[in-house]
């Protein structure tokens, strides 16, 4: 079965410093995996997605995301904080055990960004 | 704007009441979902359609009841609910069939059972 760990709850980081958000997978099949945000009190939106191309995924708002299937991985970076970047995150994998289309959700990482 | 409508945005319930959450694509998508998000829990998949058929009912309480008329509307009716059910609830859209699309979410309705 699919499953996805994100492996901090809460990261706190100065703005002006880097960002890393770890996500651990685990996929009998080729994966698709995704990284999405949410700000307080709204929706979540796609920041951006991996489905077996490019192993360096670049997404909106200067985040990017690699896959590194020796270590079940698909951290979630940003050279650079911004106080608004301030948000839960969530990593995501395909769930191709289930129905089709369907998405399985990591617990969320807040992120805190200090000015 | 993500294509994804939700209406209401904000809604506060008696135990006794029945009510309605609507909502609408504008995406020219097929496949539409309901979630639970509650505070301190993983995002709750609740219900799936695709191409207007039920493929998804991951053991949702019967006090929930979806209803997709066409592949652009989705609601949820609710009636005599719990203040557990007290969450925001998400609706999202994707292209559907048999492909793993990332889904596009609406800005959720927030419930509160009191």
């Known amino acids: 079965a699919q499953s996805v760990t994100q492996l901090d709850s809460h990261v706190s980081v100065s703005e002006g410093t880097p960002v890393l958000l770890r996500c651990n997978y685990s996929s009998s099949y080729s994966p698709s995996l995704f990284w999405y945000v949410q700000h307080p009190n709204k929706g979540l939106q796609l920041l951006l997605k991996?489905?077996?191309?490019?192993?360096l995924v670049k997404g909106i708002n200067g985040f990017e995301a690699e896959f590194k299937k020796s270590e079940t991985s698909f951290h979630l970076t940003k050279p650079s904080a911004h106080m608004s970047d301030a948000a839960e995150y969530f990593c995501?994998?395909?769930?191709?055990?289930?129905?089709?289309?369907?998405?399985?959700f990591g617990k969320g990482t807040k992120l805190s960004v200090k000015p | 704007e993500t294509g994804v409508t939700q209406t209401p945005r904000h809604l506060v319930m008696g135990m006794t009441n029945k009510k309605s959450l609507k909502c609408e694509q504008h995406l020219g998508h097929n496949a539409m979902y309901w979630y639970k998000q509650s505070a301190k829990k993983p995002l709750e998949l609740m219900f799936v359609?695709?191409?207007?058929?039920?493929?998804e009912n991951n053991s949702v309480p019967s006090r929930f009841s979806p209803e997709c008329p066409n592949s652009s509307h989705l609601f949820l009716h609710l009636h005599t609910l719990q203040p557990e059910d007290s969450a925001l609830y998400l609706c999202?859209?994707?292209?559907?069939?048999?492909?793993?699309?990332?889904?596009?979410f609406g800005p959720g309705t927030r419930l509160t059972v009191t």
């Open positions: 991996y489905t077996s191309a490019a192993t």
């Open positions: 995501v994998v395909s769930d191709y055990g289930g129905s089709q289309g369907n998405l399985i």
């Open positions: 359609y695709n191409f207007k058929e039920q493929t």
């Open positions: 999202a859209s994707s292209q559907g069939g048999q492909r793993v699309d990332e889904q596009y």
